[in-house]
């Protein structure tokens, strides 16, 4: 049995396909600092561009770029750090407080109905006794445990945190040369198509990164602003990091909302308070799914907003929450994959051309004649 051409290419490429993804597949742990690494020096390069173009040296503005990224992520941290420091010894006096309190409104309410209900408060105070204080022996010694289990994870941790920056500082000292010399591999006669598809897809993206920043001030606004008008004394440390957080999907928004009901609880005592803050983060988690994130960021990379909400739900189902990160610059990619292949399609013979085959002659009815049955 011999083979043609063709499917000699075909099975070569798809030979080439299985043996690259086993290799990721097994050098996925491996990876994940470079492919981090890769996505802050792309997400950088503009920066760093306009820096050099100033007269700044190369070397100098990749360190900058690299060290106002780090002061971002710095000053998110010393939002949430001091909030929950200073929240969560509270809880173990301010929760049992706002039981009674719901046992004075609620006991009543329910003895209307014949209803007997009532929430055990000392035992609560007990267990919040026993969460906040006196195991800590048992905490640490617990954290070293998982330590020593997980110490994989660990290391992967500490790599991405401190070997993804090293990696994009020298990605950004050496990026056009590696654009050029990768430009290289290509083939000459797929050169020109390959340079209009990464133009377009670079374009894309930068809209995306432009789009996704604007989405972030705009919610770090409004959760601040809410929160402030509803009485929240920390509302500015909790709305910016609920707003700088959303680009982790989920994540970034119930981290916030844990947050400020936590320091709702403490600050108003009363069940309206919490129920006011946790209307707040509602009302923001739905303007911002169906309005603010579709426009501001579907709209800037050309997607429908029904097909932002797709590929968030999707992109979850495939990948879990690494899908939900990737969900919308990957749907960017792939959008402008899909605008070139219906490109190539309309102009292609299959579409363009006509049936050639020649139609079929039309019956022809004979003139009736003087005797045939009518």
Do not use: C
């Not at 654009?179 to 390959?194: F, G, M």
Request: cysteine-free.
């Amino acid at each position: 049995m011999t083979f043609t051409s063709n499917q000699i290419r075909a099975a070569s490429w798809g030979l080439i396909a299985v043996v690259v993804w086993l290799l990721l597949t097994l050098l996925a742990p491996v990876l994940m600092p470079f492919v981090l690494a890769g996505v802050l020096a792309y997400a950088l390069q503009p920066l760093v561009e306009r820096l050099h173009a100033r007269r700044i040296p190369r070397w100098l503005g990749a360190g900058l770029a690299i060290a106002m990224l780090m002061l971002v992520m710095l000053a998110v941290v010393l939002l949430i750090v001091p909030v929950i420091t200073k929240q969560v010894p509270l809880l173990r006096e301010q929760v049992p407080v706002l039981l009674e309190n719901i046992n004075v409104w609620l006991v009543p309410l329910l003895g209307r109905f014949g209803i007997e209900l009532q929430v055990d408060v000392s035992l609560v105070r007990e267990w919040m006794q026993k969460l906040v204080s006196g195991h800590e022996s048992q905490l640490i010694d617990g954290l070293l445990s998982s330590l020593r289990i997980g110490g994989s994870a660990l290391a992967a941790v500490f790599g991405n945190l401190i070997l993804a920056p090293i990696v994009a500082y020298y990605l950004l000292l050496d990026w056009n040369g590696l654009v050029a010399r990768s430009k290289l591999l290509i083939p000459l006669r797929w050169l020109p198509a390959t340079q209009r598809f990464l133009d377009e897809t670079d374009a894309v993206l930068g809209q995306y990164l432009r789009g996704q920043l604007l989405v972030m001030g705009v919610l770090a606004v409004f959760y601040t602003v809410a929160l402030a008008l509803v009485g929240l004394k920390l509302a500015l440390p909790i709305g910016v990091f609920t707003g700088l957080a959303v680009f982790i999907p989920y994540l970034g928004f119930g981290v916030g909302l844990v947050m400020a009901l936590l320091a709702a609880v403490l600050q108003f005592q009363a069940l309206l308070g919490v129920a006011l803050v946790g209307a707040v983060y509602v009302v923001g988690q739905v303007v911002e799914s169906m309005y603010i994130t579709p426009r501001l960021l579907g709209e800037r990379i050309g997607l429908h907003p029904i097909a932002v909400i797709f590929a968030l739900m999707a992109f979850g189902q495939l990948f879990g929450f690494v899908g939900i990160l990737v969900a919308l610059p990957a749907s960017a990619v792939l959008l402008v994959a899909l605008r070139r292949a219906k490109d190539t399609y309309l102009s292609s013979r299959l579409y363009r051309e006509a049936s050639t085959a020649a139609p079929a002659p039309a019956a022809v009815t004979p003139p009736a004649q003087p005797g045939d049955p009518v």
